[in-house]
């Protein structure tokens, strides 16, 4: 390979993002096998239902599931430069995750956490958050996903999600956000298993 050609591998391979993408081990597992694909949170909602012996839609109409039901139609996977923000989510199960056995706590103890006025009883929301922590750790172990994302890909994606934003090159968004990122959503359809550079089970 000649010296020009060379330099020039080297500066396209350079153009990476490093990004983190918590999460749990059955989400790595389906990502090995079918690639980046969305949480589904209908699914998600529907298996704890049935885990825990409650009505079917119960978990999945809850009011405290109205976030992730708004994101069924959510077809993007979110990234992160920020490593211990990717920890944070991979500890809680994502939030479709949390939102599910959040509903599933309340439709299950209902009256052991709330009183006559719709409040907490006391303690009753650090045991709310115990049990969804427990329950996480027991079904849902946490994992990271390190990616390594081209430059290339990263534009395609901001095309996507917005069109009419302006182009920049590599170094002149690395100026511009002084090399943090912060959180970004890549299109699931543009990432690859091939970008996976390393799944911490945690």
Same mark, same amino acid.
């Given at each position: 390979?000649?010296?020009?050609?060379?330099?020039?591998?080297?500066?396209?391979?350079?153009?990476?993002?490093?990004?983190?993408?918590?999460?749990?081990?059955?989400?790595?597992?389906?990502?090995?096998?079918?690639?980046?694909?969305?949480?589904?949170?209908?699914?998600?909602?529907?298996?704890?239902?049935?885990?825990?012996?409650?009505?079917?839609?119960?978990?999945?109409?809850?009011?405290?599931?109205?976030?992730?039901?708004?994101?069924?139609?959510? =077809?993007?996977?979110?990234?992160?430069?920020?490593?211990?923000?990717?920890?944070?989510?991979?500890?809680?199960?994502?939030?479709?995750?949390?939102?599910?056995?959040?509903?599933?706590?309340?439709?299950?103890?209902?009256?052991?956490?709330?009183?006559?006025?719709?409040?907490? *009883?006391?303690?009753?929301?650090?045991?709310?958050?115990?049990?969804?922590?427990?329950?996480?750790?027991?079904?849902?172990?946490?994992?990271?996903?390190?990616?390594?994302?081209?430059?290339?890909?990263?534009?395609?994606?901001?095309?996507?999600?917005?069109?009419?934003?302006?182009?920049? =090159?590599?170094?002149?968004?690395?100026?511009?956000? *002084?090399?943090?990122?912060?959180?970004?959503?890549?299109?699931?359809?543009?990432?690859? =298993?091939?970008?996976?550079?390393?799944?911490?089970?945690?």
């Amino acid at each position: 390979m000649g010296t020009h050609l060379l330099e020039a591998w080297r500066k396209v391979a350079a153009q990476t993002l490093l990004l983190y993408h918590g999460t749990t081990q059955v989400a790595v597992e389906a990502i090995q096998s079918h690639g980046f694909v969305p949480t589904d949170p209908e699914s998600v909602a529907h298996v704890i239902e049935g885990r825990y012996g409650l009505p079917y839609d119960s978990v999945w109409l809850y009011k405290y599931n109205e976030f992730s039901r708004g994101r069924t139609s959510d =077809s993007n996977v979110y990234l992160t430069d920020d490593r211990q923000q990717a920890l944070r989510y991979a500890q809680i199960g994502s939030e479709v995750v949390f939102d599910a056995l959040n509903s599933a706590i309340h439709l299950l103890k209902w009256d052991e956490l709330v009183d006559e006025e719709g409040d907490y *009883r006391p303690g009753a929301s650090d045991d709310r958050k115990r049990w969804i922590e427990d329950e996480t750790r027991k079904h849902y172990r946490p994992a990271l996903i390190t990616v390594d994302l081209p430059w290339e890909t990263f534009v395609a994606s901001q095309k996507v999600n917005r069109p009419r934003g302006k182009d920049f =090159s590599y170094e002149e968004y690395m100026d511009l956000t *002084r090399g943090s990122i912060g959180t970004v959503m890549i299109p699931s359809h543009l990432l690859e =298993s091939s970008m996976i550079k390393r799944v911490e089970f945690l």
